[in-house]
């Protein structure tokens, strides 16, 4: 079993920052990749940014220049450093993570979901 839990979310003003953590734990061999995604009500869920193991990033353009994911692979962990917050930023944030992970005595690949944690911007 893995699980994955999200911090860091909460009530923020326009123009504010906030910082989210993930940290994956379980039956875990490697994570390749981990990420953020979001989801505003009524809408569909949408990456906001990712990062290999080897640090390569990827960022929606709604993300860039604002926002900042980092990892640190010795604690399975990844965060999101969120500044110039907008009301639009506004969804449920959640963790993913990709990589090998144990089934019994066996590896297999697998993605996981943290249970997300709500980021709030108002105007």
Known sequence: QVQLVESGGGLVQA???????????????????????????????????????GSTTNYADSA????????????NTVYLQMNSLKPEDTAVYYCNADGLFYSGSSLRTGSYWGQGTQVTVSS
Do not use: H
């Not at 900042?68 to 010795?74: G, V």
């Open 15 to 53: 123009g504010g920052c906030l910082r989210l953590s993930c940290v994956a734990s379980g039956r875990i061999f490697s994570i390749t990749g981990m990420g953020w995604y979001r989801q505003a009500p009524g809408k569909e869920r949408e990456l906001v940014a990712d990062i290999t193991s």
């Open 64 to 75: 860039k220049g604002r926002f900042t994911i980092s990892r640190d692979n010795a604690k």
